[in-house]
């Protein structure tokens, strides 16, 4: 199994970016895939999850500036980032849960990871 995040980068203030994150290796109808970050010295933080059928779920600093999608088709699970912030800067990591035990915020239920991709904001 393998989950490759890419997309990550630098920007500044109020800057996008378009994060992916492409699986392989499972079945991924079976999973749901979400998005955490960890930022140096700090905790991971989960940040949004997709299920199968397309259901989405936010932290609260994520809603209303992110968008979490899936193409099923390619195995593939998006994040739109937008308006970004100082605060964001960390590395992003996608993680797969199997389906049928909802979301969770927690990584120690999450059974797949990606390796992260690095998103900078400056100021």
């Known amino acids: 199994v393998q989950l490759q995040a890419f997309g990550g980068g630098s920007v500044q203030y109020g800057g996008s970016l378009k994060l992916s994150c492409a699986a392989s290796?499972?079945?991924?109808?079976?999973?749901?895939v979400g998005w955490f970050r960890q930022a140096p010295e700090k905790q991971r933080e989960w940040v949004a999850a997709v299920t199968y059928g397309g259901s989405a779920n936010y932290a609260a600093t994520a809603k209303g500036r992110f968008t979490i999608a899936r193409d099923n088709a390619k195995n593939t699970v998006f994040l739109d980032l937008a308006s970004l912030r100082p605060e964001d800067t960390a590395t992003y990591y996608c993680?797969?849960?199997?389906?049928?035990?909802?979301?969770?915020?927690?990584?120690?239920?999450?059974?797949?990871w990606g390796q992260g991709t690095q998103v900078t904001v400056s100021s």
């Open positions: 993680a797969a849960r199997r389906r049928g035990f909802g979301f969770s915020r927690l990584p120690g239920d999450h059974r797949y």
């Open positions: 290796g499972l079945t991924f109808s079976q999973y749901t």
